[in-house]
C-alpha cells in the first residue's frame, strides 16, 4: 500500500488523457464509494489505487495456488520483468476460461494502469509466491493465509469488519432448517463470511462437497467483494468445483435470473437461473442517503410491486427495509429471512411503518428480533 499515491496518481493522469477511463472511474465511484471508508479524505483515485494493488494481489496469490493443481495456471509462473500489466491481464483472462475462478482473475476499472515502481513490485510479489511454491503448502496453513489475506483486505481497503465469525455462524443455523437439502443465498455477502458459515456447517454434517457447493449461492455488486468472497470461500478441495458466487445488484435479483457460472475443469460456462431458496441471511449494507440513488431503481420497482396491498414503505426509509420485499418471491415456502440491519428504524416514523401489520407482517411471520445491548 506504499505503492497506493504512485498508483492514484497514474490513475488521474490516464483519466485525464482517456475520456472513456474517465468515465468508467467516475461510473465506478458512483456505484461503490459508499463501499469503502474514508473515501472523502482518500478521494476516488486513492480508493481506486488501493482496491487495484489489492485485487492483483489477490489475483497473483489465487494463481499461485492453483498452479500446483491444475497445470494451465502454471501461466503466472511465466510472468517475466518485461511483461505488461496489459498482457498480465490478457493472460489471466485466458487462465478464467480455461479453469473457471473469473470473480477472482477477471479484469476491472483501471487495473492495466499500473507505474513501472509499482508493477515491478508486484512482479518481484508474484516471484517470491512461486520460488516458495506456495501452492504446495500444508492445506489447513494455506487456509489461514487465504483468510488473512481477506481480512486485511475488509480492514484496510474497504475500511469495513467482516461479520464476526460467531455472529455469522448464529445467523446460518437460524436460517438453516434442513441443514442437508436446504438451499441458501446471500445477496449482500461483502467479504462472504456468513455464506462461508453456511457452506462449513452443510460439510460439518457430511454433505458431499459438490452438493454443498451447488446449494449455497452468494452475490454482490462490488467486484472486489466477489473477489474477496471467493477468496474465502475456496480451499484446495474446491478447486475443481464450481462455486455460486456472482456479481449482482441484490434489487436485481428474481426468480428467472439467469447466472452464468464456469466449469473449472474445462471453462465451458452454464447458465441456471435462480432457484428457489429456503433461506436466504445477509448482513445488509448501510447506505446513507446520498447513497441511495443507485437502488432507486431496485427501490421503485418494489413499490410498483406492492401496488394493490395496504403496504406503502415510506419515502424516508433506509434501503434495508426494501430488501424483505424484493427478495420475498426468491424464497421457497416456509423459507425463512434473517438479516442484520442497523438499529436506526428503532426510533424513526419509518421503523414504525416497516414492523406494523400493514407491512413487513403481511409477508413475513416474524420469529424473533435481536438486539444487542452493548451500544451501536
Known amino acids: 500500500m506504499d505503492y497506493a499515491t504512485e498508483v492514484a496518481n497514474a490513475l488521474e493522469l490516464a483519466a485525464n488523457l482517456d475520456a472513456k477511463l474517465r468515465a468508467q472511474i467516475l461510473s465506478w465511484w458512483n456505484l461503490y464509494r459508499n463501499e469503502y471508508r474514508n473515501k472523502r479524505k482518500r478521494g476516488k483515485y486513492k480508493v481506486l489505487a488501493r482496491a487495484n494493488i ?6 497473483l496469490l489465487f494463481a499461485n495456488v492453483l498452479q500446483s493443481r491444475d497445470s494451465r495456471a502454471r501461466v503466472v509462473a511465466q510472468f517475466g520483468e518485461n511483461i505488461s500489466p496489459r498482457e498480465a491481464l490478457d493472460r489471466l483472462g485466458r487462465l478464467s476460461e480455461e479453469c ?10 483501471g487495473l ?3 507505474p513501472k515502481g509499482s508493477w515491478t513490485q508486484l512482479l518481484q510479489f508474484n516471484r517470491l509466491l512461486s ?3 506456495i501452492g504446495s503448502v500444508d492445506q489447513g496453513q494455506l487456509a489461514i493465509l487465504l483468510e488473512a489475506v481477506v481480512e486485511v483486505t475488509v480492514r484496510k481497503v474497504r475500511g469495513q469488519f467482516a461479520t464476526p465469525p460467531a455472529l455469522a455462524q448464529l445467523i446460518a443455523a437460524l436460517a438453516l432448517r434442513d441443514i442437508l437439502g436446504d438451499k441458501r443465498l446471500d445477496p449482500c455477502c461483502g467479504s462472504g463470511t456468513i455464506a462461508r458459515a453456511a457452506f462449513e456447517r452443510k460439510l460439518e454434517h457430511e454433505v458431499p462437497l459438490r452438493e454443498a457447493a451447488a446449494a449455497v449461492y452468494a452475490g454482490d455488486q462490488d467486484p472486489l467483494a466477489v473477489q ?8 484446495p478441495s474446491l478447486m475443481n468445483i464450481a462455486l455460486r458466487i456472482f456479481c449482482k445488484n441484490a434489487f436485481d435479483l428474481q426468480p428467472s435470473t439467469d447466472i452464468t457460472f464456469y466449469h473449472p475443469r ?10 428457489s431458496f429456503n433461506a436466504i441471511a445477509s448482513n445488509l449494507p448501510f447506505v446513507s442517503q446520498g447513497g441511495w440513488y443507485k437502488y432507486k431503481e431496485g427501490m421503485d420497482a418494489v413499490n410498483q410491486w406492492l401496488e394493490g396491498n395496504p403496504v406503502r414503505l415510506s419515502g424516508r426509509s433506509d434501503v434495508s427495509a426494501d430488501f424483505p420485499f424484493a427478495w420475498y418471491r426468491l424464497l421457497a415456502s416456509r423459507g425463512r429471512l434473517v438479516m442484520i440491519i442497523s438499529n436506526s428504524w428503532l426510533s424513526t416514523d419509518w421503523g414504525d411503518k416497516f414492523y406494523s401489520f400493514t407491512s413487513i407482517a403481511q409477508y413475513y411471520n416474524i420469529k424473533a428480533i435481536v438486539i444487542s445491548g452493548s451500544g451501536r
Open 100 to 109: 473457471n475462478f473469473h470473480t477472482v482473475f477477471s479484469d476491472d476499472v
Open 266 to 275: 474445462d471453462g465451458s460456462c452454464f447458465i441456471q437461473s435462480l432457484p
Open 112 to 114: 492495466s494502469v499500473v
Open 131 to 133: 520460488d516458495l511454491r
Open 228 to 235: 474477496i468472497a471467493t477468496l474465502a470461500r475456496v480451499k
Open 54 to 59: 489489492t485485487n492483483w494481489i489477490g489475483k
